[in-house]
Structure formats: structure tokens, C-alpha cells
Nanobody, 120 residues
Framework: QVQLVESGGGLVQAGGSLRLSCAASGSIFVINAMGWYRQAPGKQRELVATITSGRSTNYADSVKGRFTISRDNAKNTVYLQMNKLKPEDTAVYYC??????????????WGKGTLVTVSS
């Protein structure tokens, strides 16, 4: 069994910062790509940022220059540093990871999400 658990969400004023964390645990052999997605009320889930095992990164245009994704392979954790937050960044943020587990094969896992609310 593999689990992803996010933390770090909350309420922040526009222009502020938050740091999200997502820790993977369980029968993990190797973690491949990891990423963050978000879903605002009434909207579809969208990609925010991804990072490969080699630390190549990709960002949505809407967050480039404001958000930074990183990972700590020793801790099986991915982070999302969010700066200069805007009200339109308000959403539930979900962690995603492509993981090969012992006896589980390779599949995609999702966390349950953490709410980020940016007030104007």
C-alpha cells in the first residue's frame, strides 16, 4: 500500500506565501515523477507543476515565476513553494506521484488534497 499525504494549506492574504508538502509512504521501491494539481470551485482539476526523478520541472503558465516545485528523495517528499499568491490561486491542491511499489507495479497515486484560500 502507498499513501500520499499533503500538508501546508491554509488561509493567506494576496501577495503572501505558503509552502505545501506531500509525503509518500508505504511499500515504495522508487518514485518517478511527482507533481501538484489544483481544482478551484466549479472548475476542472489542472496541472500546477511537475518534477521528474532527475529534477526536471514543468509549470503551468499561470504560476511561472511565482511557484517553485522541489523534492527530497531521501524523505519521499515533494514541496510547492507558492509566492505572490493571488485570489485566483484559491483551490484544493492535490499531490500526484508515479510510484513503483514492492509487489504493486507502477501506478499513479493521488493525495486527498489540501485547501489553499487566498483573500483579496
Amino acid at each position: 500500500q502507498v499513501q500520499l499525504v499533503e500538508s501546508g494549506g491554509g488561509l493567506v492574504q494576496a501577495g503572501g506565501s505558503l509552502r505545501l508538502s506531500c509525503a509518500a509512504s508505504g511499500s515504495i521501491f522508487v518514485i518517478n515523477a511527482m507533481g501538484w494539481y489544483r481544482q478551484a470551485p466549479g472548475k476542472q482539476r489542472e496541472l500546477v507543476a511537475t518534477i521528474t526523478s532527475g529534477r526536471s520541472t514543468n509549470y503551468a503558465d499561470s504560476v511561472k515565476g511565482r511557484f517553485t516545485i522541489s523534492r527530497d528523495n531521501a524523505k519521499n517528499t515533494v514541496y510547492l513553494q507558492m509566492n505572490k499568491l493571488k485570489p485566483e490561486d484559491t483551490a484544493v491542491y492535490y499531490c500526484n506521484a508515479d510510484i513503483t511499489g514492492y509487489g504493486l507495479g507502477t501506478r499513479e497515486y493521488w493525495g486527498k488534497g489540501t485547501l489553499v484560500t487566498v483573500s483579496s
